[in-house]
């Protein structure tokens, strides 16, 4: 075997895409639930992508950031324009993001607040990447544990709980760093309130408010920003997945205050903010928003929420937009997603007990409808009596 074993894999190859759907090499249609975990939210193959892609790739492929990428800088603007003002940092995945955020704050904390205010206050459950300061932002020990020690300086506390938040920031928090809803642990939504809570602890505290929006964002809740459905202005966003519909992105956007903390030569990619990304996100962004996905994200969501919970009856369901998690109550979640995908359906298994769906936004009513049945006709042969 030539390829390190860090996947377990499903027994498939998709060989092409077309919206919400996936073909194998000999033609089978998938109806896919998942959008390469929130990621092709445009869909696949979008014409349009597509075509940014080509274009800009027959042109220009990469110069470095040792000079100016007008395409990257336009991208930043249309940022700025849905994030209320926010400058950019381009880097290649949401781990990455999460790095740069950590800097961040580490160097804000120490020169704006006291040279030891360099601490990240985190949560349990949350996922913030596999890198060493994304590993040990994330509140998941068995995943830090085979890599000990961790970078030190981060606190976790329980997620959706302001008073256990409230008992650790303090004079050495330089960020709270928060997932709006956790994905990767089973999409745990926090108690209403929780982030305009965490907002004025913050606020109280002189400490910045990280969001982890790279699953959450680019509309897939509903609103650009899942922030938005509080009304939470955070400090600093780190955006990835969905980001270039699949082209490897991340972005760390702060309000200019806290990003004026780097200065040249503070943080860098060779790859970050490249022509061809930048080009694939300005056309993202133009479909989301002349396809009216944000609210079409909002509409299927509640639609599809509510017939999950019809048909996983006595399950909760949990989520916003398109992103929706079952708590199957029992650890049935692998038994479902394998059994789903022989017949034709995508879903997948954060926990032994859940089951994640976060489908392209351009979904058809009738392929969730079809897909649906396929998942009714599995949980009625293996749920509990
Ligand atoms: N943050 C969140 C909330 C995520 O869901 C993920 C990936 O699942 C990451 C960060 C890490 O992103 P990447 O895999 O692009 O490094």
């Not at 981060?154 to 928090?173: M, N, P, Q, Y």
């Not at 108690?191 to 505290?205: K, N, S, W």
């Not at 479909?287 to 996905?293: K, P, Q």
């Not at 989520?319 to 059994?339: K, T």
Request: glycine residues 12%.
């Amino acid at each position: 075997m030539s390829l390190m074993q860090t996947y377990r894999r499903q027994p498939v190859a998709f060989v092409e895409g077309r919206g919400a759907l996936l073909f194998d090499s000999s033609g089978r249609e998938y109806i896919d639930l998942l959008g390469g975990i929130a990621v092709a939210s445009v869909g696949h193959a979008h014409p349009k992508i597509a075509a940014a892609i080509a274009e800009q790739s027959a042109k220009l492929i990469h110069t470095s950031n040792l000079f100016e990428n007008p395409i990257q800088a336009a991208l930043a603007d249309k940022l700025a324009e849905l994030s209320g003002g926010m400058s950019s940092f381009f880097c290649n995945s949401g781990a990455e993001a999460i790095e740069c955020a950590l800097k961040l704050a580490r160097k804000w904390g120490s020169v704006n607040k006291s040279p030891d205010a360099i601490e990240i206050v985190a949560t349990e459950g949350s996922f913030h990447g596999r890198t060493f300061g994304a590993l040990a932002a994330t509140g998941q020990p068995a995943k830090q544990e085979p890599f000990a020690p961790m970078l030190t300086g981060f606190r976790h506390v329980a997620f959706g709980d302001i008073d256990a938040l409230s008992g650790v920031v303090g004079d050495k928090t330089a960020a709270v760093l928060l997932e709006p809803i956790q994905g990767e642990s089973g999409v745990v939504v926090p108690p209403d309130g929780y982030l305009a809570e965490a907002r004025e602890l913050c606020d109280r505290h002189g400490a910045l408010l990280i969001l982890d929006e790279v699953q959450t964002g680019m509309g897939r809740t509903g609103k650009w920003f899942c922030y938005e459905h509080s009304g939470v202005a955070p400090d600093v966003v780190c955006l990835a997945k969905a980001l270039a519909g699949g082209l490897p992105i991340g972005a760390c956007l702060a309000a200019p205050s806290v990003a004026e903390t780097f200065v040249p030569g503070d943080h860098g990619s060779t790859f970050g903010g490249g022509h061809v990304q930048s080009a694939a996100a300005l056309a993202v962004i133009d479909v989301i928003e002349s396809e009216g996905l944000c609210d079409r994200a909002a509409f299927l969501g509640e639609r599809m929420a509510k017939a999950l919970g019809a048909l996983f009856d006595g399950c909760e369901v949990r989520g916003a937009g398109l992103l929706i998690g079952v708590d199957l109550g029992a650890p049935l979640a692998e038994r479902l997603r394998a059994e789903a995908l022989q017949r034709g359906v995508i879903i997948n298994d954060p926990t032994p007990s859940v089951i994640r769906f976060a489908p392209p936004l351009v979904i058809e009513e009738t392929e969730i409808d079809r897909a649906l049945d396929v998942l009714q006709e599995v949980w009625d042969e293996i749920k509990p009596a």
